[in-house]
């Protein structure tokens, strides 16, 4: 499942993982969020719905480039740096690419679509 989150006029692909999380997030694209910058180490935004936490893992840990659901908060989280293990925090798959762009945005709103 590959998608595009655009920022302006700069567009990131991704790539979503096979799992039940990821396939109900991918079902509510497109989608038009507002991300926040939160912990000075991801982009937050709230989502429509909860997404399904069968055969999530307990937590992880956020990489740069990191598309995740935080479960305890229902929220989607993008990561551009390191974070410690989160319990609740569920990997949804990865942005590639420059991420100067997302960096750059606080309360802004972006599109994300299926490609």
């Not at 109900?24 to 497109?30: C, I, K, R, T």
């Not at 410690?84 to 709103?109: H, N, P, Q």
């Amino acid at each position: 499942m590959h998608i595009t989150l655009t920022i302006g006029e700069t567009a990131l692909t991704g790539t979503l993982l096979d799992t039940p999380a990821a396939r109900d997030f991918y079902a509510l694209l497109p989608l038009q969020v507002s991300l926040s910058d939160f912990a000075q180490a991801e982009k937050i935004a709230n989502l429509p719905k909860e997404l399904s936490l069968s055969e999530a893992a307990a937590g992880s840990v956020g990489e740069p480039g990191d598309i995740a659901y935080y479960a305890p908060w229902g929220n989607l989280a993008i990561f551009y740096r390191h974070t410690a293990y989160a319990k609740g925090l569920v990997k949804l798959g990865a942005l590639t690419g420059d991420l100067s762009a997302l960096l750059a945005i606080d309360g802004d709103t972006v599109c994300i679509r299926a490609q």
